[in-house]
C-alpha cells in the first residue's frame, strides 16, 4: 500500500471516528437535557423514560442511574389502591448494588421492598445490618415496626422505651419516614418518631385514648407530622362515626 493511500486511509478512519463520537456526545446531550427538563418539571413518567434510554444507550451513568430508577420506580410509581409489583425497582436496586455492596441507599430500597413481599426476616436483617453500620435511628425505627407488625409488642416496647429514654443520645437526631400514597417523605426528630410508634402498640392493645394523646404529644414536638396528623384524623373520625351509631 502506497505512503498516500495509507495517510488517506487514516484520515478517512478519523473523520469517521470523529462523526461517531459526534453522534454519541449529540445522543448524550440530548438524553441529559431531556431528563434534566423532566427532572425539574416534576414529571415523573418522562425522567423514568428518558433515564431508562439514556441508561440503555450510555453505560458511564450507571453508577447513579441505577438509584434514580429504584427510587423513582419504588417511591413515585404507585396507584393508590392497587397492590404494585415490587420488581421492577427490586430489578433496579440489585443492578446498583451490584456495582456498589454497601450503598445504603438501595439496600434501604431492597429491604422495604422485600418487607412489601412478606419477606419481613430478610428485610429485618438488612435494617439490622444498616443500623449497626451507620447508627441512623430510620434503620432502628423500621426494625421497631417491624416487630410491631409481627405481633412481638413487648420487645417493640422495650425498643421504643430504650431509644426514648437514652436522654441526649436521640437529641437532634432525625428519623426519615415516608407516606408513599401521600407522595411524601419527612425527617422527623426520633422522639417525635418512637412516640408515633409508641401510640402504634397502645392502638393495637385498643387504648385508643392512649394513643391519641400520644399523637397529639407528636405533633407537639413536630407540628408538620403527616403520619401523627392522618392518624389523629381516622380516630377522630371513628370516635364520630361511634357517636353517631349510639
Not at 419481613?120 to 439490622?128: G, H, R
Request: hydrophobic fraction near 40%.
Amino acid at each position: 500500500m502506497s505512503k498516500n493511500r495509507l495517510v488517506g486511509l487514516l484520515s478517512l478512519m478519523l473523520i469517521l471516528f470523529s462523526c461517531k463520537q459526534g453522534i454519541n456526545q449529540t445522543k448524550e446531550s440530548k438524553f441529559k437535557k431531556g431528563y434534566e427538563l423532566a427532572h425539574k418539571s416534576l414529571d415523573r413518567e418522562s425522567t423514568i423514560s428518558i433515564l431508562t434510554q439514556w441508561l440503555a444507550n450510555d453505560s458511564t451513568i450507571s453508577n447513579w442511574a441505577y438509584d434514580t430508577l429504584a427510587y423513582y420506580h419504588y417511591f413515585f410509581k404507585v396507584n393508590p389502591g392497587a397492590v404494585r409489583n415490587p420488581s421492577t425497582p427490586m430489578f433496579y436496586a440489585e443492578k446498583g448494588l451490584d456495582i456498589n455492596k454497601g450503598n445504603t441507599f438501595l439496600k434501604d430500597i431492597k429491604a422495604k421492598l422485600l418487607l412489601e413481599k412478606g419477606k419481613d426476616t430478610l428485610a429485618y436483617a438488612m435494617f439490622e445490618e444498616m443500623w449497626k453500620q451507620t447508627n441512623d435511628y430510620t434503620y432502628y425505627w423500621d426494625m421497631t415496626y417491624i416487630e410491631i407488625a409481627r405481633g412481638n409488642i413487648a420487645k417493640a416496647e422495650e425498643m421504643i422505651t430504650a431509644v426514648l429514654n437514652s436522654g441526649d443520645k436521640i437529641e437532634g437526631k432525625k428519623v426519615k419516614m415516608e407516606a408513599i400514597t401521600a407522595q411524601i417523605t419527612e425527617n422527623i426528630a426520633a422522639k417525635a418518631a418512637f412516640t408515633y410508634l409508641n401510640a402504634l402498640v397502645k392502638n393495637v392493645k385498643r387504648d385508643v385514648i392512649g394513643s391519641f394523646e400520644l399523637l397529639k404529644k407528636c405533633i407537639e414536638i413536630e407540628p408538620n407530622f403527616y403520619a401523627a396528623k392522618r392518624d389523629i384524623m381516622e380516630l377522630q373520625r371513628m370516635n364520630s362515626g361511634a357517636r353517631r351509631q349510639q
